[in-house]
């Protein structure tokens, strides 16, 4: 892997997103010398922050909610307020439009959902009271999964009890009324997987206990702040990050003991070629990516007109009915559309003023597609939202579509559209991307794979990075 001369460094991290600044700092804090490059101009990946409509507006071009960045044990040990990084929250963190008539509201006290959620409330808190207030040592064992003994074995064990079913029959079997059904069906989509898969209802536990415990908060000025805050530790720390430097080749990278990629399987195989034995290159080769996404930013001149005022407070809005949303994430995984898909929103102005000019709001919303989609999905997402907040498009000043051909040109992590780092179906979550105590690192001595398609997935929480960089750690000894 060594070649030309080049900066003398231990670690050279291939990526910037938040596992790969993760896994910088990391080793940076260990006393090593540490070198991040990144192929786009600024660093960041899926934390990346720009004026994409509007001067003025500030869109996320990835994520934008930080509820598993408040309850990593990486993000939470970082502590990156030191850093300049300021978590605000929205008054209420979800709400569910099912139709321009009926909502769900998930405020960050249980008792107060359950109180919207009529009969189902007693069964809400059944199963969400207790991760709500273990949530510590819960996240930490599911975002540290090969860690033996589980850091929490009571609440991991518990949660597995009713974690591991469908979250279709959960939901049936559960809640007797829509809005439940409809609210915690929309957690669980954030599984990015058919809801009549095994693990999906643990997805939608985790969320809905961490929105209680914890909150869904959004960086002040913009994800981007999550990145620059981690890069300025690094760099305190005496590290160094090169932005506008792709690296096509291991060959191209300097000596190194350790070297790290924040990448998924096609850029690994592309970069590693002949350096990775034929059998790990041939796993590599079988990696299956998810359901892709097509994600619209608005510009807006006021806030969004929900028929449902109650929803104006909430930070993340999910719109559809369960159905919607079960035949969606079923459809998609399968290569099909549908006319009238569940929609994920974000208005991130209610928390934070500061992304755009005053008295003006952001918006930004998806829905799942096929991988590779060409399909263009603005007027469906545009219908569902005008179904629910009458007088949606007047309010508009500049859109910014995204397919997922787009989405993947600014950051070849994201195949197809694909936002999870792959399939997080059972079989990939198991072995992700390897069957193993230690899956972040490859049979080349010193290679390390650091992004989400490592255990334990998707989402800003930092932990592939981390767990990456502990084991690099120790095998250096």
Same mark, same amino acid.
């Given at each position: 892997m060594?070649?030309?001369?080049?900066?003398?460094?231990?670690?050279?991290v291939v990526g910037s997103g938040p596992n790969g600044l993760v896994a910088a700092v990391t080793l940076a804090e260990a006393g090593l010398r540490v070198l991040v490059l990144e192929a786009a101009e600024r660093p960041g990946g899926g934390l990346r922050s720009e004026e994409l409509t509007l001067p003025g507006f500030v869109h996320d071009l990835g994520a934008t909610v930080h509820a598993l960045g408040l309850a990593s044990p990486a993000m939470r040990a970082l502590d990156l307020q030191r850093d300049g990084l300021e978590l605000v929250h929205p008054p209420t963190p979800l709400g569910h439009a099912i139709d321009a008539t009926r909502s769900a509201i998930l405020h960050r006290a249980i008792d107060d959902t359950a109180i919207g959620l009529?009969?189902?409330?007693?069964?809400?808190?059944?199963?969400?009271?207790?991760?709500?207030t273990k949530w510590p040592g819960l996240a930490a064992s599911v975002l540290d999964p090969t860690h033996l003994p589980p850091h929490a074995?009571?609440?991991?064990?518990?949660?597995?009890?009713?974690?591991?079913?469908?979250?279709?029959?959960?939901?049936?079997?559960?809640?007797?009324d829509e809005p439940a059904r409809a609210l915690f069906a929309g957690l669980a989509a954030h599984a990015a997987v058919p809801l009549g898969q095994p693990l999906t209802t643990g997805i939608g536990l985790m969320l809905?206990?961490?929105?209680?415990? #914890?909150?869904?908060?959004?960086?002040?000025?913009?994800?981007?702040? #999550?990145?620059?805050?981690l890069v300025a530790r690094l760099q305190s720390l005496g590290g160094e990050l090169r932005t506008g430097h792709r690296v096509t080749s291991l060959a191209e990278l300097p000596g190194a003991r350790i070297i790290m990629l924040d990448l998924t399987p096609r850029q690994v195989r592309a970069i590693a070629g002949d350096a990775l034995p034929a059998r790990?290159?041939?796993?590599?080769?079988?990696?299956?990516?998810?359901?892709?996404?097509?994600?619209?930013?608005?510009?807006?001149?006021?806030?969004?007109?929900w028929a449902d005022p109650a929803l104006a407070r909430a930070g993340t809005v999910h719109i559809g009915t369960a159905e919607q949303v079960a035949r969606t994430e079923r459809e998609a995984?399968?290569?099909?559309?549908?006319?009238?898909?569940?929609?994920?929103?974000?208005?991130?102005?209610?928390?934070?003023?500061?992304?755009?000019?005053a008295g003006k709001h952001t918006l930004w919303a998806y829905c799942r597609v096929?991988?590779?989609?060409?399909?263009?999905?603005?007027?469906?997402?545009?219908?569902?939202?005008?179904?629910?907040?009458?007088?949606?498009?007047?309010?508009?000043?500049?859109?910014?579509?995204?397919?997922?051909?787009?989405?993947?040109?600014?950051?070849?992590?994201? #195949?197809g559209g694909d936002i999870g780092g792959g399939a997080t179906d059972l079989r990939q979550l198991a072995a992700r991307p390897s069957l193993s105590l230690s899956p972040w690192a490859t049979p080349v001595p010193g290679l390390f794979l650091c992004s989400s398609s490592t255990l334990p997935g998707g989402g800003v929480h930092g932990m592939g990075g981390y767990n990456a960089a502990r084991a690099a750690l120790a095998r250096m000894g």
């Open positions: 060594a070649s030309a001369p080049a900066p003398d460094v231990d670690a050279v009529g009969r189902d409330g007693r069964a809400w808190r059944r199963m969400l009271a207790h991760l709500s074995p009571r609440e991991l064990f518990a949660f597995g009890v009713r974690g591991l079913w469908p979250a279709t029959l959960a939901g049936r079997t559960a809640f007797r809905g206990g961490l929105a209680h415990g #914890v909150g869904w908060p959004v960086a002040r000025g913009g994800s981007q702040s #999550v990145a620059d805050a790990y290159a041939r796993r590599l080769d079988r990696w299956r990516y998810g359901a892709g996404v097509f994600k619209v930013d608005w510009a807006l001149d006021g806030p969004v007109p995984a399968h290569g099909r559309h549908v006319d009238d898909p569940w929609v994920l929103a974000v208005q991130a102005t209610v928390a934070d003023p500061t992304r755009a000019p096929p991988n590779s989609s060409t399909v263009d999905a603005l007027p469906a997402i545009e219908a569902q939202l005008e179904r629910v907040a009458p007088g949606f498009r007047e309010r508009v000043l500049g859109r910014y579509a995204s397919s997922p051909a787009t989405l993947e040109a600014w950051n070849a992590n994201l #195949v």
